[in-house]
């Protein structure tokens, strides 16, 4: 029911940016925690970041902690990932995902989500 749709992924080089966008639609319910995550090829999903309803609580995976931010702009239902000093293995397909109510205690746990976007790729070249 609630649809999310990626977009601002692309190619660029290591140490460069890149901000990824999620547009968000049709929920049931007002408040949602949202996150993303990324899969790179042969390996598995794993957490990103991930922000609370209201903006005031973000959760980063160690790797990217300092590199990259994430942000909601509730006005117009849109979450954002500003990634900056790209590495070559931050390449992977990443996703939007929520869930109604709070983050609880999985923000970078994928079972803790309950709606996914099909995902935008990133490709960092060394």
């Known amino acids: 029911q609630v649809q999310l749709v990626e977009s601002g992924g692309g190619s660029v080089q290591a140490g460069g940016s890149l901000r990824l966008s999620c547009a968000a639609s049709?929920?049931?319910?007002?408040?949602?925690?949202m996150g993303w995550f990324r899969q790179a090829a042969g390996k598995e999903r794993e957490g990103v970041a991930a922000?609370?309803?209201?903006?005031?609580?973000?959760w980063y995976a160690g790797s990217v902690k300092g590199r990259f931010t994430i942000s909601r702009d509730n006005a117009k239902d849109t979450l954002y990932l500003q990634m900056n000093s790209l590495k070559p293995e931050d390449t992977a397909m990443y996703y939007c995902a929520a869930v109604t109510g709070g983050c609880g205690l999985g923000p970078l746990t994928v079972s803790w989500y309950r709606y996914w976007g099909q995902g935008t790729q990133v490709t960092v070249s060394s």
């Open positions: 922000i609370s309803t209201g903006g005031g609580g973000t």
């Open positions: 049709g929920y049931d319910y007002n408040a949602r925690c």
